[in-house]
């Protein structure tokens, strides 16, 4: 037995042993001479019957399922629920089974079943609430004596309790919480956990001005969620952080008891976005928990995220697929895959070599596999398209096929918005990926329990290799200009978390499919992609100007903001779906989805060999011909791309 579970069996035997407890205190404290007597002689007989049915009374209502330290009302209503069912059946058996007509008199009594409710959830609870006051205690003296960093908390009063919570407990290490600030005026002048709300965001220069007259050095700023919400005025925030010389560090959880909590640093893209969507953890813990998950690319931005999402969500074991050793070394060396139960290894691998990628597949025998291995840079591939055909066509080929050899139930193809209509290579590849995958999934369409093939369409993903926003951020640090290509260019932007919790939600309602009834398929939506609410897409152009002015700076003032001219194969506008895709309603808070559009996978094996010979041949016009036969919208791209770039920049004053 381990640790946790010596101490769960430490747990069941208090609440067993109190149960006998309360029944024999019941006696004692209600009755005296014969009638205690005549009581207490019984008592061998019925007690042990009753301790086993409250062993099952306190199994139904989860009084072991969270820690004492932990011990929260939900955990004392449980005790509440589970004493009154000990008493109502105290009740029945008295009336019933031990009537006047057996015993001669009532055993038990209205009164002692009243007092035995009482002295039951008290010798249940009381040590709980007991015990986490005592760690509660322990935890302040530590935060007194040790050098921890003083630390003024921001946010809603709500988000702070948590926190707090979790400082008490030793979740949040190292933090002295000094006073609180929150942006809502109802908060001042109110104590949290024994915290003082000492002012609103726009008094954190005087509170810190305060603190160094008192000799008190406030050394730190942590934000919750709720103080970069756009009432908030998180920008303002940043600003004042900034120019205090203050860290400003954001708590990226706030589960309960806040035990997955994680700090970072606050940086000018979490304040980018519109408000991240929330996921459905008990769906994705559902679904992960105990599987074999393998990830293709699993040294990149997304699909690193991907490795760390599924070790969180309990995936029993990780295999991650990698070309680069590089990339493939500084995952595997991911402190929160180390830290996991998560079986993890590695291989070195390219998804071109199709017999290398079916050796891994039949030797892991993964659950579920996600790829994410693809060339995806716009410029690059439109220069080596050969390159972009071999990788992102034949190597998710080559993935796909080894998956459904190797009997895995959910294979999810990571495709891009630039899929839809596409006008670049890449585009046009990751596209007659997706239609790949659709084919083969069509195939086990009528088959319950076969394997599940989908595609999730992602917009530019902040801090991604590549992406703008880092680009932007590097620009700015060397006192500019910042390079746009188009004035007018838009594209929707979500973060790496949110892109790889799409993944793992989009895998779980695919998942669905296969392990319902032919009967219930009727109501189910089978979906073929899938794609996050991302809200309006942000103007590239204003995205700079903000960025120049959360920097502290001036936009055309400060630095300036160059227009180059957009780029082979860019377009101005992103979509999410093709006119003629079918959308499907699945029931998921933020996911859009639609239904299949493909070939038969006789003609898409066509098209391949077509292809195969093109790249061998390095005929483009050749490969152009199969994928706007394969992909009618491919033939409009002319109509889509933006004319050349000027010849030199032009400079636009911000307006």
């Not at 007509?101 to 002295?119: H, P």
């Not at 919750?224 to 004042?240: G, I, N, Q, V, Y």
């Not at 996921?279 to 992960?288: A, G, P």
Request: with cysteine; aromatic share 8%.
């Amino acid at each position: 037995m381990n640790r946790q579970g010596f101490k769960k069996a430490l747990i069941v035997v208090h609440d067993l042993v109190m149960t006998g407890v309360a029944v024999i205190a019941t006696f004692v404290v209600r009755f005296e001479g014969p009638h205690l007597g005549d009581r207490l002689v019984y008592l061998p007989a019925f007690l042990p019957f009753f301790i086993v049915f409250a062993s099952i009374v306190y199994w139904f209502f989860h009084l072991y399922r969270s820690k004492w330290r932990f011990a929260s009302l939900p955990d004392l209503f449980n005790i509440f629920r589970a004493s009154a069912v000990l008493a109502l059946a105290l009740l029945v058996v008295d009336y019933i089974v031990l009537s006047p007509q057996l015993f001669g008199s009532f055993f038990f009594g209205k009164i002692t079943i009243a007092l035995y409710w009482l002295v039951q959830m008290f010798l249940l609870g009381g040590p709980r609430l007991a015990f986490r006051y005592f760690k509660y205690a322990r935890s302040r003296h530590t935060l007194d004596r040790n050098g921890n960093t003083p630390t003024l908390l921001l946010g809603r009063g709500t988000d702070i309790e948590m926190i707090l919570r979790a400082i008490e407990t030793g979740t949040v290490k190292k933090m002295r919480p000094m006073g609180i600030l929150s942006y809502r005026e109802d908060d001042l002048g109110q104590n949290i956990r024994g915290v003082p709300v000492l002012g609103t965001f726009t008094d954190l220069d005087q509170v810190v001005q305060d603190f160094h007259e008192r000799g008190e050095i406030i050394r730190r700023l942590v934000a919750t969620p709720s103080a970069l919400t756009p009432e908030a005025h998180p920008d303002m925030l940043l600003a004042r952080s900034r120019r205090l010389g203050l860290p400003l560090v954001r708590v990226t959880s706030l589960g309960e008891g806040m035990r997955d909590a994680e700090l970072a640093p606050l940086e000018i893209e979490d304040l980018l976005l519109r408000p991240t969507v929330q996921i459905d953890r008990r769906r994705l813990e559902k679904f992960i928990r105990g599987k074999r998950v393998l990830v293709t690319g699993g040294g990149g931005s997304i699909g690193s995220e991907i490795c760390t999402r599924v070790v969180a969500f309990g995936a029993s074991d990780l295999m991650i697929v990698e070309s680069s050793e590089p990339s493939l070394y500084h995952i595997l060396e991911n402190p929160t895959l180390l830290s996991s139960d998560t079986q993890v290894d590695g291989v070195i691998a390219d998804v071109r070599d199709r017999d290398r990628i079916r050796q891994i597949m039949r030797d892991f025998a993964p659950d579920v596999v996600f790829h994410a291995a693809a060339l995806k840079h716009v410029p690059y591939l439109e220069r080596n398209w050969t390159e972009g055909v071999k990788t992102n066509v034949f190597g998710s080929v080559n993935v796909a096929d080894a998956a459904v050899e190797a009997g895995v139930g959910e294979i999810v193809i990571i495709s891009t918005d630039k899929a839809i209509d596409p006008v670049s290579m890449l585009g046009v590849t990751k596209r007659f990926a997706e239609m790949y995958a659709q084919a083969l999934d069509a195939e086990f369409r009528s088959r319950h329990g076969a394997p599940r093939l989908i595609a999730v369409r992602f917009g530019n993903v902040l801090g991604s290799v590549g992406s703008v926003v880092p680009k932007f951020k590097a620009q700015i640090a060397r006192g500019g200009p910042i390079t746009v290509t188009h004035p007018d260019m838009v594209r929707y932007f979500m973060t790496t978390r949110e892109a790889a919790d799409l993944v793992l939600t989009s895998a779980s309602h695919a998942d669905d499919g296969r392990h319902i009834s032919a009967s219930a398929k009727l109501s189910y939506e089978r979906a073929s992609v899938y794609v996050l609410k991302m809200g309006q897409p942000v103007r590239i152009y204003e995205l700079a100007e903000r960025m120049i002015r959360l920097a502290g700076f001036e936009p055309g003032d400060d630095i300036e903001i160059a227009v180059m001219g957009t780029r082979p194969g860019e377009r101005l506008h992103e979509i999410l779906f093709a006119r003629d895709e079918p959308m499907a309603e699945i029931g998921i808070d933020g996911v859009m989805a639609a239904k299949p559009i493909f070939a038969d996978r006789a003609k898409v094996n066509q098209w391949l060999d077509a292809l195969d010979k093109a790249v061998l041949e390095g005929d483009r016009a050749a490969a152009e011909r199969v994928f706007e036969e394969a992909i009618p919208e491919f033939k409009r791209r002319q109509q889509n791309l933006q004319p050349p770039a000027p010849a030199e920049p032009i400079r636009l004053a911000s307006g």
